[in-house]
C-alpha cells in the first residue's frame, strides 16, 4: 500500500522567470510533487509564455487540467518594452538584426499611433512562433533556413496604453539655429524623441505581442523589437498570485501544498455556478441531463456544496454535461 499523499487539484500560478520554457516550468512542478511525496498528478499548463518572457504562468493540477483549454481562449495582459531602431528575425532579443533605422519616433506621435492599434486588427505571426505550417512548426521551419510565409489573423487588442520606461532624447526643429538650441525668434521648443517606449496590452487570444511591437514600430516610421515582456494576467489569474520557483521548490521539501495551491474553480470566476443537490449531482456524475431547470441559457459551473461537479451548458430549462470533475465529495 502506498504512503503517497493523494494527487492534488487546482492551480499553481508561477511567476516564469526569464529562460524558462512552459513546459520546462510543466516538467519543474512534476518533479516537486514527486519530491515532495505526491502520488502520480497530471500537469499541464494554461498558455504558453516564450523563454524570453516571464509573469504569470497557470499550471493546472489534477482535474483542473480539464480546463486548461479555456485559460488557451482567455484574454491576457502583458507589459512589454520596444526598442527602437532595428528590428530582428525573432522580433526580440534573441534573434539577428535584419534592419536598421535612425529615426525615433516623436513621443507626441506616439498616442496617436496606438489608436489605430486597438480593437480588431489583422496581424501576422512571427515567422518564429508555434504556428503549424503544413503540420510543421513554423519556428523549425525558420530556424532550418526555409522561407516562412505566415498568414495573416485577426485578433482584438481590447486596450492598449503607454507606460513609465519611455527613454527619450531631445530634437529640435529643423529650423533651429543649432541641433542644440532653438531659433531665439521663432522659439520652436524641442521635440522628444522615444528610444524605447513601454506599454500594456490586453489582448485576445491568439495575439503576438511580439508583432504588435513590430507593428507599431513600423507605423511609427522606424522598426523596433521587444526587449523586455511580461505577462501579468492570463484569464482570471493576476501576478499578484503567482510565485516564485524558489516558492514552488518548497514543496518539494515537504511544504504543504494547500498553501499554494488555488481551487479548481479559481479558474472558473466567470461563470455562474449552479448548485445541485445529491440526487442531482449523482445524476450529472452519471452523464444525465437535467431537466425543469429556471435558470437563463449559458454555461454553468455545477457544484454540491464546495464540490465540483461539472461545466453544463443549459438551454431551455434543460443542462447538459460539457465537461465533468471526479472529485470526492467534501460539503460535509
Known amino acids: 500500500m502506498s504512503d503517497r499523499k493523494p494527487a492534488p487539484h487546482g492551480w499553481l500560478i508561477l511567476d516564469k522567470p526569464r529562460g524558462l520554457g512552459s513546459t520546462q516550468a510543466v516538467s519543474a512542478v512534476k518533479r516537486v510533487l514527486r519530491q515532495g511525496g505526491y502520488a502520480k498528478t497530471k500537469v499541464g499548463h494554461g498558455g504558453t509564455l516564450d523563454p524570453l518572457a516571464e509573469g504569470v504562468l497557470p499550471i493546472a493540477l489534477g482535474e483542473a487540467t480539464k480546463l486548461a483549454g479555456r485559460m488557451l481562449d482567455s484574454d491576457k495582459i502583458y507589459e512589454f518594452t520596444v526598442q527602437f531602431g532595428a528590428e530582428t528575425d525573432t522580433l526580440d532579443t ?33 515567422a518564429y512562433s508555434a504556428v503549424r505550417i503544413d503540420g510543421k512548426r513554423a519556428y523549425d521551419r525558420a530556424r532550418a533556413g526555409e522561407e516562412v510565409e505566415m498568414k495573416t489573423r485577426r485578433v482584438t487588442i481590447h486596450s ?26 521663432i522659439g520652436y521648443e524641442p521635440l522628444e524623441l522615444a528610444e524605447s517606449i513601454t506599454l500594456t496590452a490586453h489582448v485576445s487570444k491568439g495575439t503576438y505581442i511580439r508583432s504588435l511591437a513590430r507593428d507599431i514600430a513600423r507605423a511609427l516610421g522606424t522598426l523596433g523589437h521587444v526587449t523586455y515582456l511580461r505577462r501579468i494576467k492570463a484569464g ?12 514552488l521548490e518548497e514543496i518539494a521539501k515537504g511544504a504543504a501544498i494547500e498553501n499554494l495551491l488555488l481551487p479548481l474553480e479559481a479558474g472558473l470566476d466567470d461563470i455562474p455556478a449552479l448548485q445541485l443537490d445529491p440526487d442531482s449531482a449523482q445524476a450529472v456524475r452519471q452523464g444525465r441531463v437535467l431537466s425543469g431547470l429556471p435558470h437563463t441559457d449559458g454555461l454553468y459551473f455545477a457544484k454540491l456544496e464546495k464540490t465540483p461537479v461539472a461545466l453544463m451548458e443549459l438551454s431551455g430549462g434543460m443542462a447538459m454535461v460539457v465537461r465533468g470533475f471526479n472529485l470526492p465529495d467534501v460539503a460535509e
Open 94 to 126: 534573441e534573434g539577428q538584426v535584419t534592419e536598421r533605422s535612425d529615426r525615433r519616433p516623436p513621443m507626441a506621435a506616439i498616442a496617436a499611433v496606438l489608436e489605430h492599434f486597438t480593437g480588431e486588427i489583422d496581424q501576422v505571426p512571427p
Open 236 to 247: 482570471p489569474f493576476r501576478e499578484e498570485q503567482a510565485i516564485s520557483l524558489d516558492k
Open 160 to 185: 492598449l496604453t503607454t507606460g513609465i520606461g519611455a527613454r527619450t532624447e531631445p530634437l529640435y526643429s529643423t529650423f533651429a539655429t543649432t541641433a542644440t538650441r532653438p531659433d531665439p525668434e
